[in-house]
């Protein structure tokens, strides 16, 4: 069905610039309109089939309404079908061949119709659009996080003065959001944690959210943790390239993004986080989401978990039973006479890590001299001794943005070169210098991926 262009400014809510208290009595308009009236109700939808253009087309508003024109109660339940605005209920001219044709035959007739439209009827572009100027609509503040019940704003200095409609009317359109916040500073630039300064705009004060991601549960206290939802296909995509059985070291874990789907696929994760609150919330996860098997949770300092969780899992002998658990109705049945207990099957955890994680992107380079000698003395551990490599880094980073990253990538390098005393570059083998998300107008995520070179793990 072809959408039949409108007037938009009979369907949009009046205006009101001066508004700084939310007043929803305020939105409310009356349009008048031309229905047609249909005489039988099991003729509704043949009629709206034959109407086709000639119904109204509003997002959010029914086409099918009860009859204005049954006030006799006679035929209680009677339908009208809202006609485009170009139809007149007293100007024949204006009716259609086809809405004729249906009056001919007595299955329709035209009425007036006064749709009142109401603060519930609109969306929250439509209120924001009728509240903010126009001069001040360029980029009107849609976007935001969404953190369990928790709506987390970002305002531009424009928007400040609008922030607590903004936030009430987010709060009337989204029935799961409870609360909406707005950040008051950048991410980790007061303190280590990666936490912000915020102030509650309307709703719940609590920050306690529960999440779901990568089929795991999540549970923390938003104002001392930090969470990005918008990194879930990271977190998803860097997960996927981890093995059952392969060592995860998560330098800078957090509540587990990470960690905690990896070990769901018995990949053995150890995890720190300097944060007591987000070493907490690890735990609690790990515990929560029946990891414990395959998660070790640290709160240590990232610069020396490097060192010392290499150096321990060295000396580490640690195994799991990963023998596939009968069906449920078989588990309290009787053992067989015939055929004797089965052998558990064990994963052994591996002596080396496979990977290591840095998600600190403000300052995880720093780190990576950590690294220089990491395995000094074990050189008959990896190859051409054995088959095992020595392990992929995957470090955070921030970096400038531009069409095909190429002085980006280069920068990187440079960067993470620098620190190892080990020029590695981007067109090397096992080198991906991965985009992960733009975050300003002039600056981008990156993860650099590479593996740790002999001559550093060695030196």
């Known amino acids: 069905m072809q959408r039949v262009p409108i007037v938009p400014d009979m369907f949009r809510p009046p205006l009101n610039h001066a508004m700084r208290v939310l007043d929803r009595s305020f939105f409310r308009k009356s349009v008048p309109l031309a229905a047609a009236s249909v005489l039988e109700n ?12 000639n119904i109204l087309q509003v997002d959010h508003i029914r086409s099918i309404r009860p009859d204005p024109g049954d006030d006799d109660g006679k035929r209680p339940g009677r339908k009208a079908l809202l006609l485009e605005p170009s139809i007149r209920p007293e100007d024949s001219s204006t009716w259609s061949t086809k809405l004729k044709e249906l009056i001919q035959k007595q299955m329709v007739v035209v009425t007036p119709y006064e749709l009142t439209l109401t603060y519930d009827m609109w969306t929250y572009h439509d209120i924001m659009s009728a509240i903010i100027p126009t001069d001040n609509q360029d980029e009107l503040p849609t976007g935001f996080s ?11 200095e424009q928007y400040l003065q609008y922030k607590f409609l903004i936030a009430n009317v987010l709060l009337d359109k989204n029935p799961a959001i409870k609360t909406v916040i707005n950040k008051i500073d950048d991410v980790g630039s007061q303190n280590v944690y990666r936490t912000f300064q915020y102030e509650l705009l309307a709703g719940d004060p609590s920050l306690n959210v529960e999440m779901n991601e990568l089929g795991c549960t999540f549970r923390f206290d938003y104002s001392k943790v930090y969470w990005n939802s918008r990194l879930n296909t990271e977190h998803e995509r860097l997960v996927g390239l981890f093995r059952p059985g392969e060592a995860v070291c998560d330098v800078m874990a957090g509540v587990g993004p990470f960690a905690v789907p990896a070990a769901k696929r018995k990949v053995f994760v150890w995890a720190n986080d300097l944060n007591p609150d987000s ?30 969780s290499a150096a321990e899992l060295l000396t580490e002998n640690s195994k799991v039973d990963v023998s596939p658990q009968p069906p449920r109705s078989r588990r309290t049945a009787k053992p067989s006479l015939t055929h004797g207990p089965s052998t558990p099957t064990y994963m052994l955890q591996p002596r080396t890590f496979h990977h ?4 600190l992107p403000a300052t995880a380079t720093t780190f990576l001299d950590a690294f220089i000698g990491l395995y000094k003395g074990y050189e008959d551990l990896f190859t051409p001794s054995t088959s095992t490599k020595l392990p992929m880094i995957h470090v955070y980073c921030f970096s400038t943005k531009s069409d095909d990253n190429k002085q980006e990538e280069a920068k990187i390098c440079e960067e993470i070169s620098s620190r190892i005393g080990y020029i590695i570059r981007p067109e090397d083998e096992e080198v991906v210098i991965w985009d992960v998300r733009d975050v300003a107008p002039q600056k981008r995520m990156f993860c650099a991926s590479f593996r740790l070179p002999a001559a550093v793990a060695f030196g």
Do not use: W
């Open 356 to 359: 290591y994680v840095m998600n």
């Open 42 to 53: 099991d003729q509704i939808s043949r009629c709206r089939s034959e109407l086709g253009h």
């Open 279 to 308: 070493y907490a919330s690890l735990t609690d996860a790990m515990i929560r989401n029946k990891v414990s098997q395959f998660l070790r949770p640290f709160n240590v300092d990232g610069r020396s978990f490097i060192r010392t």
């Open 146 to 156: 969404v953190v369990g019940h928790v709506a987390h704003l970002n305002l531009r």
